[in-house]
């Protein structure tokens, strides 16, 4: 697990993901992580590689993208 957390933190490097916190529920081998990307394709290709895919194997992996609320009304603003 160290040693794939460690590789993992080396990915994000070379993929521009920023770690802005992580958590870990241990007896449900269960983590959460909140990070910034410079893009969904950045943050796909990061998790996607097999370093990330192999924790999933002991961890569970449920991905939620969040945008600010700046990023919303701009959303919105443009759709009218």
Known sequence: ?????DKSAKLAKKHGVKSLGSWAIPNEHTSYGV???????AFWNFGMNQVNLAR????????????????VDQNIKHAR
């Open 56 to 71: 999933g194997q002991f961890e569970k992996v449920e991905i939620k993208v969040a945008i600010s609320y700046e990023e």
């Open 35 to 41: 990070h910034e990307a410079p893009g969904a394709e």
């Open 1 to 5: 697990m160290v040693e794939a957390m």
